[in-house]
């Protein structure tokens, strides 16, 4: 049994927006896909994405193997599995990017898979099958990625799925300190046949899977000269279907130095790229290494893509050692000017096997493990340049300001203004489409940022009304990140407010020790005591059920503090 466990709602989940083109997940797990396709003919692989599939005791202990495949973010859930496994006392292996870094510190599991499963997973399977099968398999080679398979997209309920997913490369030629992928995959990009990947869509079309699909790649044009010769032959696959796909994938800036390549891409149906653009302060980009986003003016380049008819989304990251003490207003004026609807702003985090976690081992500033979620997860896992307060402060005040309904619609008619569609493009109105437009006017409509929706919709329709369909989208996509970014400031908010209640009754307690109206203070501080409690309750109840686990020791801690600090003050009392 392949499982897939839950991953808590982030910006990156897209959670919110999901439910207006009834679909429950974003994207399936191509790992475990991947994985299936290798297992030998004998097996029978079932796959469980536990984040809208229910996983049974009973169908744990039905299963002879459970495979688990993790992100760092999704580290609870495993833990989760690992000891419900472990209690209906059936093997449990695990590979992906989290037991790779973290092996050592996961409990419960009886296998770990690491590195590319192309190398262990078969040592690990004929080991197991002969009955000695070791703890731990992992090889840091690279394998030749043509052997591998194709997935088994049979597995997949695709109808509960927003995208379907496919994989041509692993690696890229870059060096950026923070990264872990050239550290996974290398710099030298290895990439599949062009039939591997023209078998690829033809096993999704004749599934019959229409809509988008994620070239999954962290840089998809690592290897300019392979992409150049696949893009044609996957133009005149979906000129011959009629553009069925609707292509999205993640490249490098210098995308837009390479006229030729926005064209052959455009051609081929792609009408979005995830760029990391990081920061616009050029000296932390050197610093950082990433040394090909200063090589020509980033905004230009971004409009550039843009005019290709190609949706340019982007990453942020403020915390650099560089970062001057203006990045916070610099980082929300490039993304407003750039028309980056999309605009994915994290805290910087150093992550295992990277250049930036052993430079800040050695200087003795890492402070914890990553917890995977650089988006709202409020805390840093080193000592930072910047003072942390000013550091936290800061980023919060980018993501309330770019993801303000106003600001967040005038930055998406910036891109609608630079976006020029292409001839073959696939932006077309399908029958399904205009279901989510209505379902999009019923519900946000009538919410509080209901006029600057319906102000939004209508100059789009006036400045690009091809592009009508990618408006609502976004449209849509902004009530996913208006709803995350008021949770992610609300806990922020409770875990101040908890703090803040717990130094007030401290100074309550001093204030009461005077030798007169001893019973007053005694019925006063029980009733301050209560009140800071119900009151801490009634906060915790109006944050978002998907993330009060996220205040939860916050919550137990001032409520067993405060009931503790008056019990002692009633024991020093009588004592006295």
Not at 226 to 238: F, G, S, T
Not at 295 to 301: E, F, G, N, T
Request: proline share 5%; hydrophobic share 40%.
């Amino acid at each position: 049994m392949l499982v897939y466990p839950e991953i808590p709602p982030t910006y990156w989940s897209f959670k919110y927006a999901l439910s207006f083109i009834r679909k429950k997940v974003s994207l399936p797990p191509l790992g475990l896909l991947t994985i299936a396709a290798m297992l030998p003919d004998n097996y029978e692989p079932e796959l469980i994405d536990m984040n809208f599939m229910p996983l049974t005791d009973e169908m744990i202990s039905q299963a002879d193997l459970v495979f688990a495949s993790a992100m760092i973010v999704q580290k609870d859930s495993l833990a989760c599995l690992a000891k419900r496994c472990k209690s209906a006392g059936v093997p449990i292996v695990a590979g992906g990017p989290y037991p790779t870094s973290f092996y050592d510190r996961i409990e419960d599991v009886d296998y770990f898979v690491l590195n590319e499963a192309e190398l262990t997973l078969h040592r690990f399977l004929n080991d197991y099958e002969k009955g000695h099968a070791r703890h731990i398999y992992m090889d840091k080679g690279k394998p030749d990625i043509t052997k591998s398979p194709a997935p088994r997209f049979d597995l997949v309920k695709m109808r509960h799925y927003g995208s379907m997913a496919l994989q041509y490369s692993r690696g890229c030629p870059f060096n950026c300190e923070f990264c872990d992928i050239i550290e996974m995959f290398g710099h030298k990009p290895r990439t599949k046949t062009n039939q591997q990947i023209i078998n690829e869509l033809d096993m999704l079309y004749n599934n019959e899977w229409r809509g988008s699909v994620f070239i999954v790649d962290d840089n998809f044009i690592g290897n300019k000269h392979k992409v150049k010769q696949l893009l044609p032959e996957i133009a005149n696959w979906q000129r011959q279907r009629n553009y069925p796909f609707d292509l999205f994938t993640e490249a490098s800036i210098n995308l837009a130095a390479d006229v030729e390549l926005l064209d052959l891409m455009s051609e081929a149906g792609f009408n979005m790229v995830f760029i990391g653009i990081e920061t616009p302060v050029e000296d932390t980009l050197l610093k950082a290494g990433k040394k090909q986003n200063i090589k020509h003016d980033m905004l230009d380049s971004i409009i550039k893509i843009q005019n290709k008819g190609i949706e340019v989304t982007g990453g942020f990251i403020v915390g650099f050692d560089t970062d001057p003490p203006d990045i916070f207003d610099r980082q929300i004026k490039f993304i407003q000017e750039s028309g980056i609807g999309l605009a994915m702003v994290g805290l910087l985090t150093a992550l295992p096997n990277t250049q930036l976690y052993r430079r800040l081992e050695k200087e003795g500033r890492l402070l914890q493990d990553s917890s995977g979620n650089n988006t709202h997860d409020l805390q840093v896992n080193f000592r930072p340049n910047m003072d942390l307060n000013t550091l936290i402060n800061g980023y919060k005040f980018i993501i309330k300001s770019i993801y303000d309904p106003k600001t967040y619609f005038d930055r998406c008619l910036v891109f609608l203004r630079n976006i020029k569609p292409h001839q073959n493009s696939s932006r077309k109105v399908r029958a399904e489409e205009l279901s989510i437009l209505f379902r999009s006017l019923f519900k946000q409509s009538f919410t509080a940022y209901g006029h600057h929706y319906l102000s939004f919709l209508f100059k789009a329709l006036i400045i690009q009304p091809r592009m009508f369909p990618e408006a609502v989208r976004q449209a849509i996509l902004g009530h996913h990140f208006f709803k995350i970014t008021h949770e992610i400031l609300a806990v922020d908010d409770f875990k101040s407010y908890a703090k803040s209640i717990t130094r007030i009754y401290v100074e309550k307690i001093r204030e009461a020790y005077a030798p007169f109206n001893i019973e007053n203070a005694i019925i006063e501080l029980k009733i301050a005591k209560d009140k800071f409690i119900k009151e801490l309750q009634s906060e915790y109840h109006k944050i978002d059920e998907d993330f009060r686990h996220l205040v939860e020791d916050s919550l137990e801690s001032v409520e067993s503090s405060l009931n503790l600090y008056y019990s002692q003050w009633l024991e020093a009392l009588a004592n006295a």
